[in-house]
């Protein structure tokens, strides 16, 4: 368990206006989209199509979800639209049938295009035109609860399940070459609620240079919670996507612009942008110290997450309409593999390297956004599986079967002995 004392930072000059101008220019072109040469739904390529639509941070762990389903030889093709977490909880719940389609969305107004993707069988995506009527959508990925984006119940007569997925922390980021290393409540109150005002957050005192992304972020809805500044309610420049917000802080080769600049990214995004960001430790309300999601700066061990001393944190939601608790046929494809009461070895591995925590590797659990920590006990726990993907070692014993475990740890779960 990794600790970090909250630092003392000092202010920094501000930009002129002009070089924060010509930033931001520079930001809209970086988010620019070619147009698309295939449709998502082809008969012959793609006959059998799942539409999904929300979180934009939910991208690459779709990737490996893909890659299992062509592994089980599934027939299902997944297309993907990113709008943000709570977009595709409205896609689900809305009662408008208008907004459970999802349309291409092309380039206006200085905005780049956004069109849906598919997945081929190796992770990767190629944009894609949707039917120009619409696609309903069949599955509704979102970072947080349907009750953080105001849809508290279904419509009448219609059944929704939310099939929860692996926990996924939301964390803050800088450039690599920013100093700082640690951030309490406190200061990113000041500075997403304030604007970094009178200097009280200093050095991020420009909000040119914050990262942020909107309300119908599942992200910013999650870490508004923790800091206090209502989603709808902060400073800065929404970047439209987890990518865009990733991209544009790692262009600051400056290290004068880089020590202004901040961001919010989950776990999976972030992570995988560790030569360029760097994740800041975050010290809550109420703590003494900060705590970085992993044990240490530069390992991906979740420690931090998985006993609750990192609190920003939730399950991925995958809602669908159900009939009688069932799924149709292409979402039930996506969804029910997390239903199942033992996660597949291969997906809490895909899990695990897209830097999520299967829950099964959790200590800790919670029932509502940011609500109060309480014990998490499982007959199918995955600590030393995890972190042998993590970390290529475990000081945990194998095993084949229980009867040859330690009263210590005596189920074998996983292929190793694991402690209850």
């Not at 692996?166 to 200061?187: D, G």
């Not at 992200?219 to 929404?238: F, L, N, S």
């Not at 560790?274 to 061990?301: E, N």
Request: glycine residues 8%; charged residues 20%.
């Amino acid at each position: 368990m990794n600790e970090i004392r909250f630092p003392s930072t000092k202010a920094k000059r501000p930009l002129g206006a002009a070089l924060a101008l010509g930033f931001a220019v520079t930001l809209v072109a970086e988010g620019a989209s070619a147009v698309p040469t295939k449709n998502c739904f082809d008969s012959v390529e793609r006959p059998k199509v799942v539409y999904v639509a929300g979180s934009s941070a939910v991208s690459g762990f779709l990737g490996v979800i893909q890659g299992i389903l062509t592994a089980e030889g599934s027939p299902y093709t997944i297309v993907y639209q990113s709008q943000g977490s709570c977009t595709g909880v409205s896609a689900v719940y809305s009662e408008d049938p208008a907004s459970r389609l999802i349309k291409d969305i092309p380039a206006a107004g200085g905005k780049p295009a956004n069109y849906a993707r598919f997945y081929n069988a190796d992770g990767t995506t190629e944009e894609c035109f949707l039917d120009p009527a619409g696609n309903p959508v069949d599955v509704g990925v979102s970072d947080v609860y349907a009750g953080t984006c105001d849809f508290a119940m279904a419509p009448s007569g219609v059944q929704i399940a939310d099939y929860q997925g692996p926990i996924q922390p939301m964390t803050f980021v800088v450039p690599a070459l920013s100093t700082q290393k640690v951030i309490s409540a406190e200061a990113a109150y000041m500075i997403f609620g304030t604007g970094g005002h009178m200097g009280a957050a200093a050095p991020w005192t420009d909000p040119t240079y914050f990262f942020v992304r909107n309300a119908s972020s599942g992200t910013q809805q999650m870490i508004a919670r923790a800091i206090h500044v209502p989603a709808d309610k902060w400073w800065g420049k929404d970047r439209g996507g987890s990518s865009a917000v990733r991209d544009g802080l790692k262009i600051l080769l400056d290290a004068s612009l880089a020590e202004q600049a901040i961001g919010i990214l989950s776990t999976d995004v972030a992570d995988d942008a560790r030569a360029d960001l760097r994740v800041l430790a975050f010290k809550a309300f109420g703590q003494s110290c900060g705590y970085y999601p992993d044990s240490t700066p530069f390992l991906f061990d979740k420690r931090n997450v998985r006993d609750g001393h990192y609190p920003i944190w939730g399950p991925l939601h995958f809602y669908t309409r159900v009939s009688a608790g069932i799924p149709t046929e292409q979402a039930g494809a996506l969804v029910t593999r997390f239903a199942a009461p033992k996660l597949s070895n291969a997906l809490v591995e895909a899990i695990t390297k897209k830097h999520l925590v299967p829950k099964c590797a959790m200590r800790v659990d919670r029932s509502t956004e940011m609500g109060p920590l309480k014990t998490y006990t499982t007959d199918s726990r995955c600590d030393c599986f995890f972190e042998q993907i993590v970390n290529g070692k475990t000081t945990c014993q194998a095993c084949t079967q229980s009867s040859e475990c330690p009263s210590s740890a005596p189920a074998c779960s996983y292929g190793y002995c694991e402690a209850p």
